[in-house]
């Protein structure tokens, strides 16, 4: 190839490049302005689900479900199977099962599809949707535990993977046995760093630094065996050197059954931790201010009938690095509510979460609801049955408006829709839609319609006491792509 030739392409390549930035980055000649983003349905979806138990008595079902997108890409599929096994011939395989066979594979959007699987060598799982099974997809976790540590119903909703996770509420005190399941679901391996913050700072734990996850590998680290220090409250700190991972604890406690502790919500002055079961026993709020700042917060509970402030719970001082913890009591009294941390002067930014219990005595059980984003656009819960669910809206700064659907049933059904208004500065627990005619499980899209930001989540139950709560947070069904357009006049300038 000769010279003429390579300044030829590479004149071209530079022209292209000039264009392009001109018709993203530049207004128009006119000095009009740029016209808004597109908002259209994502072309590609990847999930992790962390191994659920160790447990010989557990039962775990994973629900997978993808909402109808309105201009979603035709064809695709979505798949879920064992962490470290390729869709391809001559990969490698789970413990006593066949390589690259999927743990669940939905038919249809619109549609659940399940999946069971028992005892405690269940693997962690990686998803991928792709095409029309891809705005949306969620895969809803949820393992029955009928003895031992950590008893009860254990849920999580498999998240994608990323590179840096906070968990206030984590523990190594004496009867709890906190694990942090990292899976890494790339082709190549992941440097992990782990921090714990007790009440008086930093804790020192230098085998929690420099971690490798291999590639396709997940791992469960015992948080105990990080540090000597046994403290009853602790904020994890999961950062990721290269790579990316998916990151959760699960947190099992002798006495009081025990839960998944998903990520809180980014590091923010003000929070909301949605969806407090009315006849929750306790109530334990775990905050913790990553930055340089103390942070001081008002505490303030959104109720049926409004914001309150729990009596002899007003603020919270949060110091810097330190994490914090008070216990609410039964400060729902009753009643399903919300809680909202606000700056009580300048905003600083925290992370929080809750430890929630039902129950009393031997029969107490744990759950657990992090700080979570808004609904957003559009957000899905998965693993829905007739009974046993409760869905919680939360509208704490204005009157907001939100439609919610029920699916058709995974087994047959035909889906249901109702709208409701839930007023500025309350919670409600609603009376959610039921697929009519439905035959096994379903799932419930929550789409805000006008007003205020809507926080959601929604509690499983099974038995007299045993529960697990996930929050909804936007489902990322939709990305914003920005309107482009040729502009050659750049070149004249």
Not at 8 to 30: H, I, K, R
Request: proline fraction near 7%.
């Amino acid at each position: 190839m000769n010279r003429t030739t390579l300044s030829l392409f590479a004149g071209t390549a530079a022209l292209a490049a000039v264009t392009a930035f001109a018709a993203v980055g530049s207004p128009s000649a006119s000095g009009a302005a740029p016209e808004a983003a597109a908002r259209l349905p994502v072309e590609r979806t990847s999930l992790v689900c962390p191994a659920p138990s160790t447990s010989d008595l557990a039962e775990t079902t994973y629900t997978s479900f993808t909402p109808v997108t309105k201009g979603a890409a035709s064809g695709g599929r979505a798949r879920l199977q064992a962490a470290g096994e390729k869709d391809a011939k001559g990969s490698k395989g789970g413990k006593d099962k066949k390589a690259g066979q999927p743990v669940l594979t939905p038919k249809a959007p619109g549609t659940p599809a399940t999946g069971d699987t028992s005892g405690g060598d269940t693997p962690a799982l990686v998803g991928t949707a792709d095409g029309s099974f891809a705005p949306g997809w969620t895969v809803q976790e949820t393992t029955e535990v009928a003895a031992g540590t950590g008893r009860g119903l254990l849920g999580v909703t498999c998240a994608g993977a990323d590179t840096d996770f906070w968990f206030p509420g984590a523990s190594t005190a004496a009867g709890r046995t906190d694990y942090v399941h990292l899976t890494n679901p790339d082709d190549s391996a992941a440097v992990v760093d782990i921090e714990l913050y007790g009440k008086d700072g930093a804790i020192k734990a230098p085998l929690g630094e420099n971690l490798t996850v291999d590639a396709g590998a997940s791992e469960a680290i015992l948080l105990p065996t990080l540090t000597e220090e046994r403290q009853t409250d602790l904020t994890v700190h999961v950062s990721v050197r290269g790579g990316r991972v998916g990151a959760a604890v699960r947190a099992l406690d002798d006495k009081a059954g025990g839960d998944w502790l998903a990520p809180a919500a980014d590091p923010a002055g003000s929070l909301v931790l949605p969806g407090i079961p009315k006849d929750a026993t306790d109530v334990r709020l775990t905050a913790f201010a990553p930055g340089d700042d103390d942070a001081d917060l008002k505490i303030r509970l959104a109720s049926p009938d409004g914001l309150i402030t729990p009596a002899g719970n007003e603020t919270l001082h949060v110091k810097s690095g330190m994490t914090t913890t008070v216990d609410l009591g039964d400060v729902t009294r009753g009643e399903p509510g919300s809680l909202v941390l606000t700056p009580a002067d300048q905003a600083v930014p925290v992370v929080a979460a809750l430890q929630v219990v039902r129950g009393k005595g031997d029969k107490r059980e744990t759950a657990f609801i992090p700080a979570t984003a808004a609904v957003g656009t559009r957000a899905t819960s998965a693993g829905n049955g007739a009974k046993g669910t409760t869905l919680a809206l939360s509208a704490p700064e204005g009157t907001a408006t939100v439609k919610v659907t029920a699916s058709a049933g995974s087994e047959g059904g035909t889906p249901a829709t109702k709208t409701y208004t839930v007023k500025s500065g309350t919670t409600q627990d609603v009376d959610a839609p039921v697929p009519t005619g439905l035959k096994g499980t379903y799932a419930l899209t929550v789409e805000p319609v006008s007003g205020g930001p809507l926080y959601a989540s929604r509690t499983l139950t099974a038995g007299d006491t045993a529960f697990t709560v996930q929050t909804l947070p936007t489902d990322h069904g939709l990305v914003s792509v920005p309107q482009t357009r040729e502009d050659l006049s750049i070149l004249q300038k």
